[in-house]
């Protein structure tokens, strides 16, 4: 996977053992360099891609896929590239671990959210708000194969190898997991701002055309979009931090399931996906939100849950080795002090 050469030797916990003093300076310039990292890849890597699809006549999925290469490459190119570097690997690892662990945590991310989206979804159904199109069983899943494809490569595998990675890792070395989330997601709404900035001045070079320079894609509510991507981001990181060997894939399978239920769900027509919803905007927003805080006390849940459980086998564990000490004084020697 090409994720998994960014860091093969992540531990339960995430961390290499004792952490070196960071500063607070250097803990968020780590992390804005992760987010500079990803700005640069979807910027130019959209640019760059889009000129050479129109170069070799590539079209359908060949053309989103080339500039979705190219964003992976120089993204996760780029954060192994600083994580070699000894100043900028800092002490906690990226959390992207073995590839069979990784294999699981990207199944166990998806199948939250996914889950998590049908209750939802099912229960704006029963409400009225959800009315739903015909399903074409061949055309959705031609859908969901390229666009998982894409999307993975395009913006799941990029972005948490950066953002869940790198930021995250660079924040969690100096500061807690408050502060830590809260950062990451920041740094999460600064990139896409930045990324047109590096894509407008790519297209310029390489003779395409700018697109519109904003802290939002053209056409979206700036309020609306950030308020989304500010519940997805702490979403993102809920998963990170879930408890297992490879916490990054967690958050990369969580990724691909919301872009996919959002792009089936409320973009299926206009994708062709085989399968679409017709939903108020506003109804839309509430759903939206809903699974993805639905999903983020999954991930919570199940880790409070998991550190109590490590808590009472650790109890249970110290009462087995603790000699009583009745037992104790009746195993002394004769004469002796116990």
């Avoid at 299926?268 to 108020?280: D, F, I, K, L």
Wanted: charged share 15%; glycine share 14%; with cysteine.
């Amino acid at each position: 996977m090409a994720g998994t050469s960014v860091d093969t030797k992540s531990s339960r916990s995430g961390t290499t053992g004792a952490r070196p003093a960071v500063s607070g300076v250097g803990a968020w310039g780590r992390a804005l360099l992760g987010g500079a990292v990803m700005a640069v890849a979807l910027g130019a890597g959209n640019a760059l891609g889009e000129r050479l699809a129109r170069a070799l006549g590539a079209d359908g999925w060949a053309r989103q896929l080339l500039p979705a290469v190219l964003v992976s490459v120089v993204a996760v190119g780029g954060v192994r590239a600083l994580r070699s570097a000894g100043r900028w690997a800092g002490g906690r690892r990226l959390g992207a671990g073995p590839p069979a662990a990784a294999v699981r945590a990207f199944l166990g991310g998806l199948a939250v959210t996914v889950s998590c989206a049908g209750l939802v979804l099912g229960a704006g159904t029963a409400a009225g708000w959800v009315r739903w199109s015909g399903l074409d069983p061949a055309a959705l899943g031609a859908f969901l194969t390229g666009n998982a494809l894409v999307a993975v490569l395009l913006e799941a595998l990029p972005e948490e190898t950066t953002l869940r990675g790198q930021a995250w890792a660079a924040l969690r070395d100096r500061f807690g997991g408050v502060v830590s989330a809260l950062g990451t997601t920041v740094v999460f709404l600064l990139v896409p701002a930045a990324s047109t900035v590096v894509q407008a001045g790519t297209a310029r070079v390489v003779g395409g055309d700018p697109p519109p320079v904003g802290p939002t894609p053209a056409g979206q509510d700036p309020s609306a979009y950030l308020v989304l991507l500010a519940v997805f981001g702490l979403t993102l990181v809920a998963a990170r931090t879930v408890p297992c060997r490879a916490p990054l894939w967690a958050a990369i399978g969580t990724h691909l399931a919301f872009l996919s239920v959002n792009r089936v769900v409320f973009e299926g027509r206009e994708r062709a996906a085989g399968w679409s919803a017709s939903v108020a905007p506003a109804h839309a927003a509430v759903l939206e939100l809903g699974y993805l805080v639905l999903t983020a006390a999954v991930f919570v849940g199940t880790r409070w849950l998991s550190g109590r459980m490590r808590g009472r086998a650790a109890r249970r564990s110290v009462a087995r080795t603790r000699i009583p000490t009745s037992t104790a004084r009746s195993a002394a020697p004769s004469g002796s002090s116990a």
